[in-house]
């Protein structure tokens, strides 16, 4: 347990040879070239480095492995003895102070912004600025990495490394993205049904890049059951919408015609992007999200006064109907689920009631006071920006994300989103409508994989989702229509809205709908399988 608690601190999840040497092999092609990895750990690329240089012909093989930690440095040392190992940040390293490298290969750190603080963030940020690219403080280490590795290579020499599949959509990847079409001439990203890091809570991409110092002239995304290459099948990506931050890789899952159909359908006047009718954003915010939401036998075991008590949702787990109703979140009361958020007034606590007190005493005594979030507030037990909104939304699923309307008007907190329509605009036909097939590759293409089937909506990707406003005359009959169908597989669900909407509203053909389906299903089957 320890061990596997410093590599998350390190950001360290060594990589399996057959991975190591899929990417090895095609980065070496001379047994000449001297080749780096920045980030050894155990040796696995350096050992597979090694061979294939031997492989070519080399009789001394010249590798090179950097690594922060001196444990792992000595599991590579008994891995490859040849090898010269560097025991370093490899942020404190420039290119002047090493050799120049015909190759970088690896598998840089994965370590979440929360951790890549102090020093390594100043260090890393500074390489990225160096590279000429200024990231965000949001940044995780491995886009750095991948940055200042770059700069160790000769005029026309490749990188080839793991990369976790945000690459293709978190904000921050842009910038790296744009580095690497403006720094090699031809660059290509392999996605995988089967994951290569069974640790990991994201999914990972193989990324190769070749000729060093120039601008690309191809950027091909490749997709593949696995690393045998079963399945494989590779695109042409778009290197202007790379540039334009357009760039999705799940875009290139889908076959070319149904991209097509996609775009055509983004530029019709009838259909519209979420965010132009609502405001997608997080709910409030707790700090201790199981003290302050309580279930009816808490409120009535600790005698909190109801009027310190807010009906709210946590989850949209189980609820299958467009409208979050009152009799639904009734239903979940009785089942014993937290649908009370204790909302006390920013005020002293001497004017609260003596069992109110009692209970914050005991939320003190569990330590919840000295929580960041909780005690950067006044009063720390005051939550602040609880509202009622018009709608929710999921934030992270194993399934199709769900839009409901607040029948019940309800507050949420920061573990779904929650909507504001712009005025004179009714919540009710867009979560009639969501369940379109177009709605739901929309979700896809705009979301994102966190690995283990979860997938995830952030509240600008949601209000890039395509939705169409159905016919004012028959929101109502489909609201009904769908309800009627909740018993069934989601996909009837599907089938009706798409009659309504996408056939009536948009003249799309039987074959159209099913072509975006199809789609979603494809994607939503890649995410899910382990």
Request: charged fraction near 25%; proline fraction near 5%.
């Given at each position: ?16 040879e ?12 001379d ?19 090694h ?7 080399c ?11 001196a ?12 090898a010269?190992l ?29 951790t ?7 260090k ?11 990231l965000?403080?949001l ?28 690459l293709?959509h ?25 994951k ?7 999914s ?9 110092g ?24 778009d290197?202007?919408?790379?540039k ?40 409030y ?19 909190i006064?109801k009027?310190?008590?807010?009906p ?8 299958k109907?467009?409208?979050y109703?009152?009799?639904y ?25 003596p ?10 005594a ?11 507030r006044?009063?720390w ?8 909104t ?44 969501w ?9 896809e293409l705009?979301?994102?994989a966190?690995g ?12 890039n ?9 028959q ?19 599907t ?20 072509l ?10 890649w995410?899910?399988?382990?």
């Amino acid at each position: 347990m320890a061990t596997l608690t410093l590599q998350k601190s390190l950001g360290a999840f060594y990589t399996e040879e057959p991975a190591a040497t899929r990417l090895v092999r095609w980065a070496i092609c001379d047994g000449s070239e001297v080749v780096l990895d920045p980030s050894c750990g155990d040796g696995v690329f350096l050992s597979a480095a090694h061979s294939r240089l031997l492989q070519l012909g080399c009789e001394s093989p010249r590798v090179y492995g950097v690594d922060i930690s001196a444990d792992t440095l000595r599991l590579a040392h008994e891995r490859v003895h040849e090898a010269h190992l560097i025991h370093n940040d490899f942020f404190d390293m420039t290119p002047q102070s090493a050799p120049v490298f015909d190759c970088v290969v690896g598998n840089p750190p994965f370590i979440r912004y929360q951790t890549f603080n102090g020093d390594k963030e100043s260090k890393g940020h500074k390489r990225a600025s160096e590279a000429g690219v200024s990231l965000p403080r949001l940044a995780s280490s491995w886009a750095p990495f991948v940055l200042h590795a770059s700069r160790f290579l000769r005029a026309g020499g490749r990188l080839a490394m793991v990369m976790p599949a945000e690459l293709g959509h978190a904000m921050y990847a842009r910038a790296v993205l744009r580095f690497l079409v403006s720094n090699f001439r031809h660059v290509a990203v392999e996605m995988f049904r089967d994951k290569l890091f069974n640790e990991l809570s994201q999914s990972t991409v193989l990324l190769f890049c070749d000729g060093y110092g120039e601008p690309c002239r191809t950027f091909l995304v490749a997709s593949s059951d696995d690393l045998k290459g079963n399945g494989r099948q590779a695109v042409k990506a778009d290197i202007a919408a790379i540039k334009d931050g357009r760039f999705r890789f799940t875009h290139y899952l889908i076959p070319e015609g149904v991209r097509q159909l996609y775009q055509e359908l983004a530029g019709d006047r009838r259909v519209q992007r979420l965010g132009e009718v609502a405001d997608v954003g997080i709910g409030y915010v707790t700090g201790a999200n199981d003290f302050f939401h309580m279930s009816l036998a808490e409120c009535e075991r600790w005698d909190i006064p109801k009027r310190f008590l807010r009906p709210c949702v946590l989850n949209l787990r189980g609820i299958k109907d467009v409208e979050y109703t009152r009799q639904y979140w009734k239903v979940m009361r009785e089942r014993g689920e937290k649908v009370y958020l204790l909302a006390l007034p920013a005020a002293a606590r001497d004017v609260l009631p003596p069992l109110v007190q009692h209970y914050l005493r005991y939320g003190e005594a569990n330590g919840l006071a000295s929580r960041y979030k909780c005690r950067i507030r006044q009063f720390w037990y005051a939550v602040p920006h609880v509202r009622i909104t018009d709608a929710f939304l999921s934030y992270m699923s194993g399934e199709q994300p769900l839009l409901v309307t607040n029948a019940a008007n309800l507050v949420a907190p920061n573990t779904v989103h929650v909507l504001r329509f712009v005025p004179n605009c009714e919540p009710l036909p867009y979560a009639a409508s969501w369940r379109s097939s177009l709605t739901r590759l929309s979700c896809e293409l705009e979301g994102h994989a966190l690995g283990g089937g979860l997938f995830k909506l952030e509240p600008s990707e949601a209000e890039n989702v395509l939705v169409v406003r159905p016919p004012a005359m028959q929101v109502q009959t489909l609201v009904t229509q769908i309800r009627q169908s909740l018993a069934q597989p989601t996909e009837h669900a599907t089938e009706i809205t798409d009659r309504y909407v996408l056939k009536r509203k948009l003249g799309l053909s039987n074959a159209d709908c099913c072509l975006l389906l199809d789609a979603a299903l494809k994607i939503e089957s890649w995410r899910k399988h382990k």
